[in-house]
């Protein structure tokens, strides 16, 4: 499990991104917020060998704030739950808050 930047070489080339996940990644920092579909700076969720979803990480109040979206259902199984909050956790500790 891993929250990749949106200058990533999986992500940065958007057409191989579509090709090998099947779905369009955008970064979307300079889009206007209404039509913005991931959010302000998605970063793309890595499970396993595939791209499943994205996150947008807000701090506030010096908390970390994490959405997630995903293409297609969110995995329920126990094993993806802990990586999830083992990579949150990582993720934390690396903006140390």
Known sequence: MRLLA?????????RR???LWG?????EAYTLPAK?????????LLWQSQVIGW???KIDAG????????VDVKPKAR????ALDEEVERFR???RC
Do not use: S
Not at 6 to 14: A, G, H, L, S, T
């Open 55 to 57: 996150a947008n990480a």
């Open 6 to 14: 949106p200058f990533d070489p999986i992500v940065w080339d958007r």
């Open 93 to 95: 500790g690396f903006l």
């Open 63 to 70: 908390r970390l704030n994490i959405e997630f979206g995903f």
């Open 36 to 44: 913005r579909k991931l959010g302000y700076y998605a970063l793309p």
């Open 17 to 19: 991104f579509e090709h």
């Open 23 to 27: 779905w369009a990644y955008r970064f």
């Open 79 to 82: 094993v993806f739950a802990n």
